[in-house]
């Protein structure tokens, strides 16, 4: 289901548009004589072909204001997955700590106008969306992953030994994805940084903390919404698999 956007944060990105309507002089002529290339008929097409094809290319070169993309993990083909480990895990909702007027923003397009259009995640928000792509990334690696995600603020006075196993939670510092078409080559600027941190949901201890950040930088010759939403998924992907690559962290999970 799409998200919901605020409307406040598109009142400055978004100026009013009112599409021309349609030209009350161009009506459909009553055709009175049969056949199909007589002179009314031919008045009638004109009058609904023209303001059509006028509002079509109106529409075609109106300006897009406003891009969304799904957030999600792609597993990349040249890095090794975790070794599972026994123990269940229960992966909570992480929270979004990004310093932000309006949480939706993910990013950003600078037009070859010098434009600025804002990028919005497409179906969900970026908190439950990170929170599946690292449950994602999990039961990939072979791990028992609990269906609930509860909400966890990353204090050990705030864990429930009814969450069984252990628990990874963690914490959005950063997620953002800039490209300016303004020059010949588009450049592709993300940036991701979470913290992961691992407890034991029975002792309520927390065992093990890690803060990775990515920071890519890609130029392309084309620009679409699709490599947007690619660009800013390899970053967070990077950032998921660079985290599991912490020896202690992934001995703390296995058990060896």
């Given at each position: 289901?799409p998200v919901?956007?605020n409307?406040?944060i598109?009142?400055?990105?978004?100026?009013?548009r009112?599409?021309p309507?349609?030209?009350?002089?161009s009506?459909?002529?009553?055709v009175?004589?049969?056949?199909?290339?007589?002179?009314?008929?031919?008045?009638?097409?004109?009058?609904?072909?023209?303001p059509?094809?006028a509002v079509?290319?109106?529409?075609?070169?109106?300006?897009v204001n406003l891009y969304?993309?799904?957030i999600?993990?792609i597993?990349?083909t040249?890095?090794?997955?975790?070794?599972?480990?026994?123990v269940?895990?229960?992966?909570t909702?992480?929270n979004?700590q990004?310093?932000?007027?309006?949480n939706?923003?993910?990013?950003r397009?600078?037009t070859?106008d010098?434009?600025?259009?804002?990028v919005l995640p497409r179906?969900?928000?970026p908190a439950p969306?990170?929170?599946?792509a690292l449950?994602?990334?999990?039961?990939?690696?072979?791990?028992?992953?609990?269906?609930?995600h509860?909400?966890w603020?990353?204090?050990e006075e705030?864990?429930?030994?009814?969450w069984?196993?252990?628990i990874?939670?963690g914490?959005i510092?950063?997620?953002?994805?800039?490209?300016?078409?303004s020059t010949?080559?588009?450049t592709?600027?993300?940036?991701?940084?979470?913290?992961?941190v691992l407890?034991?949901a029975?002792?309520?201890r927390?065992?093990h903390r890690?803060t990775?950040?990515?920071?890519?930088t890609?130029q392309?010759l084309?620009?679409?919404?699709?490599?947007?939403e690619e660009e800013?998924n390899?970053?967070?992907?990077?950032a998921?698999?660079?985290?599991f690559a912490?020896s202690?962290?992934?001995?703390?999970?296995t058990?060896h």
């Amino acid at each position: 289901m799409p998200v919901r956007v605020n409307p406040e944060i598109l009142k400055h990105w978004m100026p009013d548009r009112t599409l021309p309507g349609p030209d009350p002089r161009s009506g459909m002529t009553t055709v009175k004589q049969r056949g199909f290339f007589n002179k009314g008929l031919r008045r009638s097409f004109a009058g609904i072909i023209v303001p059509a094809a006028a509002v079509a290319l109106l529409l075609s070169c109106a300006p897009v204001n406003l891009y969304n993309i799904d957030i999600q993990y792609i597993p990349s083909t040249d890095k090794e997955t975790a070794e599972a480990g026994s123990v269940p895990l229960t992966v909570t909702l992480f929270n979004d700590q990004r310093e932000t007027e309006d949480n939706l923003l993910i990013g950003r397009v600078i037009t070859p106008d010098d434009r600025i259009v804002p990028v919005l995640p497409r179906h969900m928000e970026p908190a439950p969306a990170v929170t599946r792509a690292l449950t994602s990334y999990l039961t990939r690696s072979g791990h028992t992953v609990s269906s609930r995600h509860p909400e966890w603020d990353l204090r050990e006075e705030t864990i429930y030994p009814s969450w069984k196993g252990l628990i990874l939670g963690g914490a959005i510092n950063d997620l953002f994805v800039d490209c300016d078409r303004s020059t010949f080559l588009r450049t592709y600027s993300s940036r991701v940084n979470l913290t992961i941190v691992l407890a034991d949901a029975e002792e309520r201890r927390i065992l093990h903390r890690v803060t990775v950040r990515t920071l890519p930088t890609k130029q392309h010759l084309k620009f679409s919404e699709f490599k947007l939403e690619e660009e800013l998924n390899a970053a967070l992907s990077e950032a998921l698999e660079r985290t599991f690559a912490d020896s202690e962290l992934t001995e703390k999970i296995t058990g060896h």
